[in-house]
């Protein structure tokens, strides 16, 4: 079976462009949750889905920084504009919460860097 | 609030030897879910283990062995005869019913095994 498939691997982008991450979740999956890793500041939750509609959304760290999952199968992280602070490994992971099986199921990640 | 900690920032051990990692958790749910996650120095994020808090039970998978333990609300990882490709940061975390399933990392604890 297919894992959580996330595009592009790897990111570079100049300060101030547009950058667009996208994430497709394990199918039957309910839930998708978007995760920023740092350094500094460990495995953040940004914000999280479920059944397409986004429950928690308090830890993106700025209006720069914006969610959709129009479908079960597919969703995008948007930072616009970007800026070098954005520089970090976005994950994206899947899970079927509420059944009794509430692991998270993780994608490669998206290393991002911002010049 | 929910919270977990890891105290053991870097483990090194030899080859062969037996190393455990700890995990202390807070909350106040009384139905909670804890979790091993395995980070390589590829990237990504596997998971290992989940448990639920009515089930304190030890398990064993082949070399890995976890003991959960409410009295102390710890949740500790064992790896028997440690080998080189275990060498990765070990990831702890809960996640509770209250707390809307969210997983709560620990910040990790990174085990180098040397041959």
């Known amino acids: 079976d297919a894992g959580v498939i996330q595009s592009p691997r790897h990111e570079v982008t100049e300060m101030g462009q547009e950058v667009t991450l996208r994430c497709k979740p394990i199918s039957g999956h309910n839930s998708l949750f978007w995760y920023r890793q740092t350094m500094m500041r460990g495995l953040e939750l940004l914000i999280y889905?479920?059944?397409?509609?986004?429950?928690?959304d308090s830890g993106m760290p700025e209006d720069r920084f914006s969610a959709k999952m129009p479908n079960a199968s597919f969703s995008t992280l948007k930072i616009q504009p970007s800026e070098p602070r954005d520089s970090a490994v976005y994950f994206c992971?899947?899970?079927?919460?509420?059944?009794?099986?509430?692991?998270?199921?993780f994608g490669p990640g998206t290393r991002l860097t911002v010049t | 609030a929910q919270k977990v900690t890891q105290a053991q920032t870097e483990i090194s051990v030899v080859e062969k030897e037996d190393v455990t990692l700890d995990c202390v958790y807070e909350t106040r749910d009384t139905t909670y879910y804890l979790f091993w996650y395995k980070q390589p120095p590829s990237g990504e994020l596997v998971f290992l283990i989940r448990r639920n808090s009515f089930d304190e039970q030890n398990e064993i998978s082949g070399r890995y062995s976890w003991n959960f333990q409410k009295s102390t609300s710890s949740f500790n990882f064992t790896i028997t005869a440690s080998q080189v490709v275990d060498s990765a940061v070990y990831f702890c975390?809960?996640?509770?019913?209250?707390?809307?399933?969210?997983?709560?990392f620990g910040k990790g604890t990174k085990l180098t095994v040397n041959p």
């Open positions: 889905f479920n059944n397409n509609v986004p429950i928690d």
């Open positions: 992971a899947s899970s079927l919460l509420g059944f009794g099986s509430p692991e998270q199921y």
């Open positions: 975390a809960l996640s509770t019913q209250g707390g809307s399933e969210k997983l709560v």
